[in-house]
């Protein structure tokens, strides 16, 4: 068996007027997160992660911001292609460890529901996905609620 590891991380700019979405589920917020997506930042840093892990670049050169079919797509199409790509090179996903990095909302509700969301979008159980959320103690661009980051690990393998 082949075992790789990879490694991703995404930022988004919080705005008003733009809908909340994190791990495939809207959350309500006054601020939304500002993409050429949806803006998922914890899907972009999974794809971002799984496409490294198959050295398969990132995100972007997948699926470009300069693509008219990619604005205002669901992130979870993002994820499902990535998932697919990875299958069309003979790689299972093992499992994800991800954080999300926000002073508001708070997400330790939500995270069940991530996992479920994330875990049918992938076909993988919701067991090998772990969603952590932290703040930055109120410094940087996260500690003023200027933008939400994500990092995700993921562990692949081949037969």
């Known amino acids: ?3 790789r590891v990879g490694m ?3 930022v988004h700019r919080l705005v008003p007027e733009r809908e909340l979405w994190l791990g495939g589920i809207r959350l309500e917020h006054t601020l939304g997160l ?8 914890l899907i972009h840093a999974i794809c971002d992660a799984l496409l490294g892990a198959a050295n398969m670049r990132d995100i972007g050169y997948h699926f470009p911001d ?3 079919e990619f604005h205002n797509i669901d992130s979870k199409i993002l994820l499902r ?3 697919e790509l990875l299958s069309e090179k003979g790689y299972s996903i093992g499992n994800i ?4 990095c926000a002073e508001q909302p708070k997400l330790k509700p ?5 996992q479920e969301c994330l875990a049918g979008v992938m076909g993988i159980d919701a067991d090998d996905i772990s969603i952590k959320a932290t703040t930055t103690e ?3 661009f996260t500690g003023r609620q200027e933008g939400i980051s994500a990092y995700a690990t993921v562990l692949i393998h081949k037969q």
């Open 1 to 3: 068996m082949k075992i």
């Open 110 to 114: 939500h995270i069940p529901q991530m």
């Open 138 to 140: 109120k410094l940087g």
């Open 8 to 10: 991703g991380f995404d």
């Open 34 to 41: 500002l993409g050429h997506s949806d803006a998922d930042v």
């Open 66 to 68: 300069t693509g008219k």
């Open 97 to 100: 460890d991800a954080t999300v």
């Open 81 to 83: 292609k990535t998932v």
